[in-house]
C-alpha cells in the first residue's frame, strides 16, 4: 500500500499489459488532474461516490457503476462525499509504470507540466 496525500493505492495484481490497484480517496481529497500516454484505466466504485473528470466531460458515479479513461485521456478523480471513496482501477496498455503521468493541476502542490 502507497499513501498519497489523498488516500492511498494497493496493487492487488499486475501483469503483461495490465495492473489492478484499490483506490481509497479520502472525503473532499481528489488526485490531479493527469493523463497517461500508454494505459487505458477502467474505475469501478464499490463504496461511496466519485466526481469524475474524463476529457470535457465531469459527471458522479456510484456504487456499482464504472467508466472509462481513454489512453491520452486528461482526467481528475475526487470524492465530493463524506465518506471514504474506494474503488477498483484496472489499467490496460503497453506500459503500466507509476511515472507514466504527466500532471496539469494539483491540489498538493507536486510537480505539474502546465
Do not use: M
Not at 3 to 28: C, D, S
Not at 58 to 72: A, D, H, L, M
Not at 77 to 100: M, R, T, W
Amino acid at each position: 500500500t502507497v499513501a498519497r496525500p489523498w488516500g492511498a493505492y494497493t496493487v492487488l495484481q499486475e501483469g503483461l499489459g495490465f495492473k489492478i490497484k484499490r483506490i481509497a480517496v479520502k472525503p473532499g481529497a481528489a488526485l490531479s488532474l493527469q493523463l497517461h500516454h500508454r494505459r487505458s484505466e477502467h474505475w469501478v466504485v464499490v463504496q461511496g461516490e466519485a466526481r469524475v473528470t474524463n476529457g470535457d466531460r465531469v459527471y458522479p458515479i456510484g456504487v456499482n457503476e464504472s467508466t472509462f479513461i481513454p489512453v491520452g485521456n486528461r482526467h481528475r478523480l475526487e470524492n465530493p462525499g463524506v465518506e471514504p471513496l474506494l474503488l477498483i482501477e484496472v489499467q490496460c496498455g503497453a506500459y503500466v509504470g507509476e511515472d507514466d503521468i504527466v500532471r496539469f493541476d494539483d491540489r498538493y502542490g507536486r510537480q505539474t507540466t502546465a
